[in-house]
């Protein structure tokens, strides 16, 4: 049997007709042609025992008690985004006064090399975390799906 | 003289509707608030599965998905159906965790199995053969739906398995209508190829 239909009727139309998502007049386009080409019959067929079994799986659901433990609030949330945002500052102006120190000549050896350390570590897991984001972006299966 | 008067007959008092149920909990109503929770949450749990496979995972976005959901209740048009809306964030939620797993490959990212499934006979005198023949189905199917990309599986789920109209899946997916069908008939026939080559893979192990 041919993988399409003979007459390159568009397919489509059958998902459209078995969900009865049609038009009236496309409706009855596409039961005319239904009665003429085996090969739609057979693909409505076939999608009608794929429904039937998708539509009778059934799920485990948590029970409630899973859900209770959980938090059920945003509180978390905020408290979280407000932590960060306060320790990115704190790390800016904490890297600036470092750096100023620096500049003006007055550290030690060994403040040098802690300042530097630091931030050396701090740029190259910046870094490392930026050249994955760029990774993903590129070979992420969701960046042709519609927002 | 008049005759005992008769008892008042009960009159049934409807169930409030889902809008006058969003807008209870809008005002902040506990009562509406517990019920919309328990109805949205096992909604949100069962898309987020279908969509990602893992129940553990699927349970941490559905509780995000919650959170999210009563953040932003009080802007909800109450005139409008819950479950696209509710559905369209869980999506959101599903899309933005595979960003983060591609980025943080610490994360479990085995294959799903069929522990989510449940298998419960349907009718009291249940061929057992019939019932051994559905459930593999189910399981090869789910199986598959796991290896579709997701533009195809979240598309097929939210027909086959959430049952939403053409209109409905056009809004939890802000895309056309046309494109729901072109989309939704290319991820059935995906599917069903995915289907046939575990079918003949099987077969093949078994007659060999």
């Known amino acids: 049997m041919a993988n399409h239909c003979p007459a390159r009727f568009d397919e489509t139309m059958i998902s459209g007709h078995f969900d009865g998502e049609l038009t009236q007049a496309t409706e009855q386009k596409v039961r005319v042609h239904l009665e003429d080409c085996e090969y739609c019959r057979t693909v409505l067929g076939e999608l009608r025992t794929l429904r039937e079994t998708t539509m009778s799986t059934e799920f485990h659901t948590p029970a409630d008690s899973q859900w209770d433990e959980r938090p059920q609030t945003g509180l978390s949330l905020v408290a979280r985004g407000t932590g960060w945002i306060i320790a990115i500052v704190w790390a800016v102006f904490f890297a600036g006064y470092a750096l100023w120190q ?10 040098r090399i802690l300042v530097f350390g630091g931030l050396s570590a701090l740029a190259l897991l910046f870094t490392s975390v930026l050249l994955d984001r760029l990774r993903a972006a590129r070979t992420d299966p969701y960046r042709e799906v519609e927002k | 003289m008049t005759g005992p008067r008769s008892a008042p007959v009960p009159v049934a008092v409807p169930p409030p509707s889902e809008a006058q149920t969003v807008i209870l909990a809008q005002q902040g109503e506990a009562d509406a608030l517990d019920k919309l929770a328990r109805s949205c949450r096992q909604q949100a749990y069962v898309f987020a599965l279908q969509l990602i496979g893992h129940p553990d995972d699927a349970l941490d976005v559905a509780q995000d ?46 294959p799903a199995n069929d522990d989510a499934l449940r298998f419960e006979p349907r009718d009291d005198a249940p ?35 959430q049952d ?34 575990h079918r003949s893979g099987t077969g093949e192990a078994r007659d060999g």
């Open chain 2, 65 to 110: 998905a919650m959170v999210r959901f009563f953040r932003s209740l009080e802007r909800f048009d109450p005139s409008r159906p819950v479950r696209p809306w509710l559905l369209r964030i869980v999506r959101n939620l599903v899309r933005d965790r595979a960003r983060r797993l591609r980025v943080r490959r610490t994360e479990s990212l085995e």
């Open chain 2, 127 to 161: 061929d057992p053969e019939a019932q051994a023949t559905r459930r593999e189905q189910q399981a090869l199917v789910w199986k598959c739906l796991q290896e579709l990309n997701p533009r195809y599986r979240e598309v097929l789920v939210l027909r086959d398995y």
């Open chain 2, 164 to 197: 939403l109209s053409y209109a409905d899946i056009a809004t939890t997916l802000k895309i056309p209508r046309g494109t729901v069908m072109s989309r939704l008939h290319r991820a059935r026939r995906l599917l069903q190829e995915e289907v046939r080559k």
């Open chain 1, 102 to 111: 620096l500049w003006q000549g007055s550290a030690d050896l060994l403040e």
